[in-house]
């Protein structure tokens, strides 16, 4: 099985601190992407990456950054955490190829900022 | 511009009923993907149904059928004989060829099953 998993499921951070959220998935996926969730917005995508070192940005990306050293890794960095960052953070990967490849999801970051 | 519609936020279903959750696409790309996610409570994405812009049939993956209507472009998400464990969110989406391989997310539809 695909196994997608993130470093916290819970996290809070005060205004101002350099937070880091990781991402790290077991199937040699291409593709790893960070979108976050908020109520009646949907998923909105903020980075994604299709190789070691590559990196797009989403639809989202102010007040983002992101790094993959790894293939397997993937970073989701607040350079200087805001409360309307607050949101749960969900990372994806794929497989690049076909448009039929589905994405597989970890179970989710919960991030309060104070 | 590419979009993904989900024009319901909210819906009810009897137990045991079939309900249809609508979801509409835009794209001038010919090749993609479209999909139907869960997402329950405890947060976690669950793949539940692909429909690629090529196949001719309708998918179907147990209770869950897809009605791909391409010259309309919607793509809903048809569940039968509602569980209440199908209560969630249901998010359809998109992936393009030509776009990075990257996912187009709807809004979500809540689902709520009542007993």
Not at chain 1, 87 to 97: D, E, F, N, R, V
Request: aromatic share 14%; charged share 20%.
């Amino acid at each position: 099985d695909v196994k997608v998993t993130q470093s916290s499921r819970y996290l809070v951070k005060r205004t101002g601190e350099k937070v880091f959220l990781e991402c790290v998935q077991d199937m040699d996926h291409e593709n790893m992407f960070w979108y976050r969730q908020d109520p009646g917005l949907g998923l909105r995508l903020i980075y994604f990456s299709y190789d070691v070192k590559m990196k797009e940005k989403g639809d989202i990306p102010e007040g983002y950054s992101v790094s993959r050293e790894k293939k397997e890794r993937f970073s989701l960095i607040l350079e200087s955490a805001s409360t309307n960052q607050t949101s749960m953070y969900l990372c994806a990967s794929s497989p690049s190829g076909q448009s039929s490849y589905e994405q597989y999801f970890g179970p989710g970051t919960r991030l309060t900022v104070t | 511009a590419q979009k993904i519609t989900q024009t319901q936020p909210g819906m009810f279903v009897q137990e045991k009923e079939a309900v249809t959750l609508d979801c509409t696409y835009d794209t001038s790309d010919p090749s993609y993907g479209l999909f139907w996610y869960k997402q329950p409570s405890s947060g976690e994405m669950i793949f539940l149904i692909y429909q690629g812009s090529y196949d001719q049939q309708n998918a179907t993956e147990g209770r869950y059928s897809l009605n791909f209507q391409k010259a309309r472009k919607s793509a809903n998400l048809v569940i039968s004989a509602s569980q209440l464990g199908d209560s969630a969110m249901y998010f359809c989406a998109m992936r393009l060829e030509g776009q990075g391989f990257s996912f187009i997310f709807g809004k979500g539809t809540r689902l709520l099953v009542k007993p």
